[in-house]
C-alpha cells in the first residue's frame, strides 16, 4: 500500500518487552507506564482484568487460581510523540519458551531488577535469549523504597554474571528509608523522592554536578557521599556509547521505584528517546527486508486461544515488519501460498477514542484465525514473497506419553492435540515404530494447561503419563539405524517426522556417543 507517511510512522514506534525473575516488579512497572501513556487511568489494572476481553477465558481459571500469568498479550500507548508497543510475557518459567518467541518480536528489551535480589535465575535466561539477538537492553534496578544493595554491587554484578557494560542513567541517593532521591546523571539533575520536603521541587538543575545556592540537600553528608560515588562511576566505569548499547553490548541502567512511582517517567523518556525503531528483519536467505518496504509483511510469534470457550477461533499475533497493514487487505500466508484477507484484525490500543485502522512496521496486530496460521508463519502483500527465519524452537526436558481417555472421542483428541501444537503450547513427538503420542514441555505448568484445555475446549479427557526428565537429541535421517534404540532411550519423531532420542540421563548420552562416534546429536536451543 501507498503510505505517504510510512518512514515517519516507522521512525516512531518503540517496540519491547519486559523481562524479570517474577516478583521484581515487571507488572506493577507495565501499570505505570501505562498510566504515563493515558492507556489506563487506574493502577491495579493490569494484575486484575488483565487487558479487557483477554481475563474472560475459562481456562485461564488456572492463572487466576496460581496467580501467574499464562499468556502475553499486547499493550500500547503514545507518549512524547513515539508510539509504544509493550509485548508482555508470562511470568512463570514454565511458560518461557512462549517469552523466548516473544522477544522475536522486540526491537529491544527492559529487564528489571529487584535492588535487593540482583540478577535472578530467570532474568539471567532471558538476558541470555536477548543477548543472542544482538538488541539492546535497558536495565531498570527497582524497589529503591526498600533496603536492597549497594548500586556499585548491582553494577559489578551485572557486568560480572552477564558480561555486559553498564552505563548509570542516575544514581540513588539513599535507599529504603533514607531514600532522598535520584542524582540524574544522564540529565544533570537530582530528582527528589519526596519533593514536599525540598521546597516542593521535583526536579532540581545541576551546574558542575552540583546543587546551586542554599538547597537543603547540599547539607547533607549522604549527597557528598553520592557526589564520590557518581565521580567514580564516571571516572572508571564505561563511557555512554549509542553504538554498544544499539548492539546490546552496553545496558543502560536506571534505577528507581514502581510502587512509589519514582524514576520511572524518568525512565520513560530517556526510554522512548534511546531505544530503537523498528529494524530491518531477517528472512531465511539471510537477507534482510527494510521496515520502509512499502509492501506489508509480518510473522506470527504467538498463537492464542480466544477468550470464549464455545468458539474456537484464535488470534495469531503477528509482528508487522515492513509497509502498511490495512483493514480488509489481502495477503498471501507464505507456507501454504493461500490468499487471505485481513478483516477481523484486532489492534492493540488500549486508547479506545484511537480506533486505528492502520499499523506500520513494529506493530502488533491480532489476526482472527480459524486454524490457518501456525507459529512462524510469514504473511505478506503482492510480489514481496518472503519467509521470515524461522523462530527457535527449545528442546523440552520434560516428557508424558498421551492417550484419549474415551477411545470414542478420538477425532477431538486429534483435533486438539494438533491445534495445542500449532499455537506452541505443547510439543509433540511419536514413537517411531509404534507412533504412540509423546508430548515434551518446558516445564511442569505447561502439561496442566493443556490437560485443561484438551477437556475445556476439546471436550477431551486426557490420561498422561509421566516420562520424566529426557534429554532429546535429534540426528540425521540418513544415519538412522533402528538398532541404536535400546533400554536407554526412546527413539522417536517430531512432528516433521524427523528422528530423535530420549535419553534417559547425560550417562546413556554419552555411552551412545560413544558407541556411535559418527552420529552428531543435534539439540535445538
Ligand atoms: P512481577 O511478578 O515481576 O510482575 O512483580 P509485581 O509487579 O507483581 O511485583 C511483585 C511484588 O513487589 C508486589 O507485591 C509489588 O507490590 C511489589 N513491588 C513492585 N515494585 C515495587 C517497588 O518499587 N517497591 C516495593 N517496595 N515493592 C514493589
Redesign the pocket.
Same mark, same amino acid.
Given at each position: 500500500m501507498n503510505n505517504p507517511n510510512l518512514k515517519q510512522q516507522v521512525d516512531s514506534r518503540r517496540t519491547f518487552a519486559?523481562i524479570?525473575?517474577?516478583?521484581?516488579?515487571?507488572?506493577?512497572?507495565?501499570?505505570q507506564l501505562l498510566l504515563f501513556g493515558g492507556a489506563i487511568r487506574q493502577a491495579g489494572t493490569v494484575?486484575g482484568k488483565k487487558t479487557g476481553n483477554f481475563a474472560k477465558s475459562d481456562w485461564m481459571d488456572i492463572e487466576k487460581q496460581r496467580g501467574i500469568?499464562v499468556t502475553s498479550s499486547v499493550m500500547q500507548f503514545d507518549f512524547d510523540g513515539k508510539r509504544v508497543n509493550i509485548l508482555d510475557t508470562p511470568?512463570h518459567e514454565d511458560f518461557s519458551e512462549d517469552t523466548y518467541r516473544t522477544l522475536m518480536a522486540v526491537d529491544s528489551a527492559v529487564m528489571?531488577i529487584?535492588s535487593a535480589k540482583g540478577i535472578e535465575a530467570q532474568t539471567k535466561k532471558l538476558f541470555q535469549v536477548v543477548k543472542r539477538r544482538g538488541i539492546p537492553i535497558f536495565t531498570f534496578i527497582?524497589? %529503591?523504597?526498600?533496603d536492597g544493595r549497594e548500586p556499585l554491587e548491582l553494577l559489578e554484578e551485572l557486568e560480572e554474571l552477564l558480561d555486559i557494560e553498564s552505563y548509570p542513567m542516575n544514581w540513588p541517593i539513599g535507599m529504603g528509608k533514607g531514600l532522598e532521591g535520584l542524582y540524574d546523571i544522564y540529565n544533570e539533575r537530582i530528582e527528589f523522592y519526596r519533593p514536599e520536603q525540598y521546597e516542593g521541587e521535583r526536579f532540581v538543575k545541576l551546574t558542575d554536578g552540583k546543587i546551586a545556592g542554599a538547597h537543603p540537600l547540599k547539607e547533607k553528608s549522604i549527597y557528598e557521599d553520592v557526589l564520590g560515588e557518581v565521580e567514580l562511576v564516571r571516572e572508571a566505569g564505561d563511557q555512554f556509547d549509542l553504538e554498544k548499547i544499539g548492539r546490546g553490548d552496553q545496558t543502560p541502567v536506571f534505577f528507581?521505584?514502581? %510502587?512509589?512511582n519514582?524514576g520511572v517517567e524518568t525512565f520513560l523518556e530517556s526510554f522512548v528517546d534511546l531505544a530503537p525503531k523498528p529494524h530491518a528483519h531477517k528472512t531465511e536467505e539471510g537477507e534482510a527486508v527494510s521496515p520502509y518496504e512499502e509492501e506489508f509483511s509480518g510473522f506470527v510469534f504467538k498463537i492464542q486461544a480466544n477468550m470464549n470457550p464455545n468458539h474456537r477461533d484464535r488470534i495469531a499475533f503477528v509482528r508487522v515488519c515492513s509497509g502498511t497493514f490495512e483493514r480488509g487487505m489481502d495477503v498471501f500466508l507464505g507456507r501454504t501460498a493461500k490468499k487471505m484477507k485481513l478483516s477481523n484484525v484486532t489492534q492493540f490500543m488500549a486508547d479506545a477514542r484511537e480506533n486505528v485502522e492502520e499499523a506500520v512496521a513494529g506493530d502488533i496486530i491480532g489476526v482472527y484465525d480459524t486454524g490457518n496460521y501456525q507459529i512462524g508463519d510469514t504473511i505478506y502483500e503482492g510480489k514481496l514473497k518472503v519467509a521470515y527465519e524461522e523462530l527457535p524452537s527449545f528442546t523440552p526436558e520434560l516428557f508424558m506419553k498421551v492417550t484419549a481417555k474415551n477411545v470414542m472421542k478420538q477425532k477431538s483428541f486429534h483435533k486438539g492435540i494438533y491445534q495445542l501444537v500449532q499455537e506452541g503450547a505443547i510439543q509433540l513427538y511419536k514413537t517411531y515404530l509404534t507412533d504412540e503420542y509423546i508430548i515434551g514441555a518446558v516445564g511442569q505448568l505447561q502439561f496442566e494447561v493443556f490437560q485443561y484445555r484438551m477437556l475445556n475446549e476439546y471436550n477431551a479427557e486426557v490420561v498422561m503419563t509421566p516420562m520424566g526428565n529426557k534429554i532429546a537429541r535429534w540426528i540425521d535421517p540418513e544415519q538412522l539405524d533402528e538398532r541404536m534404540s535400546s533400554s536407554r532411550n526412546i527413539l522417536a519423531k517430531d512432528r516433521f517426522d524427523q528422528p530423535l532420542f530420549l535419553f534417559e540421563n547425560q550417562f546413556a548420552m554419552r555411552w551412545f556417543a560413544d558407541k556411535y562416534p559418527d552420529v552428531e546429536l543435534k539439540s535445538l536451543m
Open positions: 519486559i524479570s525473575h517474577p516478583d521484581a516488579g515487571k507488572t506493577t512497572i507495565t501499570e494484575k500469568s511470568g528489571v529487584d527497582n524497589k %529503591l523504597d526498600r528507581g521505584s514502581a %510502587l512509589t519514582f
